[in-house]
């Protein structure tokens, strides 16, 4: 088990006691629910910037090669795999 640490949150009323009947009404503690609504935001958050890491290193690719599919070609592409039909992403080109 990963060791833990506390950490000190303020929150206004009405968001505690939301917190509190959503506790209860899950059978959970409001610690819980925390946890699990931080662990849940940062895990999607995670996600969000490492989908945007990966925008920015293909477009800096882009800018440094000129290698792309069209538009066209990733459409036929797709329109394949959604057919079913086991087909090759399209070839980069200048």
Same mark, same amino acid.
């Given at each position: 088990m990963a060791s833990s640490s506390t950490t000190s949150l !303020?929150? &206004?009323? +009405? %968001?505690k006691e939301r917190i509190q009947r959503l506790a209860a009404a899950r059978r959970r503690?409001? =610690?819980w629910v925390m946890r699990e609504a931080v662990e849940q935001y940062v895990g999607r +958050? #995670?996600?969000? +910037?490492k989908l945007r890491q990966d925008a920015l290193a293909a477009w800096n690719h882009y800018e440094?090669?000129? %290698? =792309? @599919?069209?538009? #066209? #070609?990733? &459409? @036929?592409? %797709? *329109? !394949? %795999? #959604? *057919?079913? !039909? &086991?087909? !090759? *992403?399209?070839e980069c080109h200048d």
């Open positions: !303020k929150i &206004d009323n +009405e %968001l503690s409001p =610690h +958050e #995670e996600q969000r +910037e440094a090669t000129g %290698l =792309h @599919a069209t538009a #066209e #070609e990733a &459409d @036929a592409w %797709l *329109a !394949k %795999l #959604e *057919a079913g !039909k &086991d087909a !090759k *992403a399209p």
